[in-house]
């Protein structure tokens, strides 16, 4: 289990779909369309923290199917540095992939 990645979930809400998960209090997260049409969650430690917290908060992001295809990606700190910086090292997991959507 990640430091920086608790409980995670996806679920159809009318047209898009909701995804719940929870990263540390100390921590924030942007969101992004990559060049694969991956939608990524990045999650990276806040300006002068050093560890991630223990303690989780609960956020919700919503994503549109794209190619009736959601992908979603969690790009999180990988190593000593937590992803504080350009070209600091992160991994991509845990990946949610839901194929075959029909949103007629």
């Keep these: ?10 679920g159809k809400e009318d ?10 209090i100390n921590c924030e ?12 969650i990045a999650v990276t430690l806040k300006p002068y923290e050093k560890d991630p917290s223990t303690e989780f908060v609960e956020y919700y992001e919503y994503f549109s199917c794209i190619e009736n295809v ?3 990606d969690f790009e999180l700190p990988d190593g000593n540095s937590g992803g ?10 845990p ?3 839901i194929d075959d959507l029909k949103m007629d």
């Design 95 to 97: 990946r949610l992939r």
């Design 15 to 24: 047209d898009t779909f909701r995804v719940a998960f929870q990263i540390p």
């Design 1 to 10: 289990m990640s430091l920086f990645l608790k409980n995670y979930s996806i």
């Design 84 to 93: 504080i910086g350009d070209g600091d090292p992160v991994t991509k997991k």
């Design 70 to 72: 959601i992908n979603v």
């Design 29 to 40: 997260y942007t969101t992004f369309v990559d060049p694969y049409d991956v939608n990524i």
